[in-house]
C-alpha cells in the first residue's frame, strides 16, 4: 500500500514540474546558465581557493597545492 502511494506521489510530483516555456523564452533555454552544475564564477572561486590553501587541497578537485611538500 505505501508503494502504491509513494509512486502515486511520485508521478504526481514529475507532472506537476513541468512547465509551459513561450517560444519567446527557448531563446535562453542554451544558455550558459541553464546548465547543470556550477556556474564559471563558482568554478573560478574554487580553483582560487584551491590554490589558496596549498597543500590542504581547500577545493574538491586538486588534492596538493604543488609546493612539494605533499
Do not use: W
Amino acid at each position: 500500500m505505501l508503494r502504491h502511494v509513494l509512486l502515486l506521489l511520485s508521478v504526481a510530483l514529475l507532472l506537476c514540474s513541468c512547465a509551459t516555456v513561450r517560444p519567446y523564452q527557448r531563446v535562453y533555454l542554451n544558455d550558459e546558465q541553464m546548465k547543470p552544475g556550477k556556474a564559471m564564477i563558482e568554478k573560478f572561486d574554487d580553483n582560487v581557493h584551491t590554490y589558496r590553501e596549498g597543500a590542504s587541497g581547500g577545493g574538491t578537485g586538486k588534492a596538493s597545492g604543488g609546493c612539494g611538500c605533499n
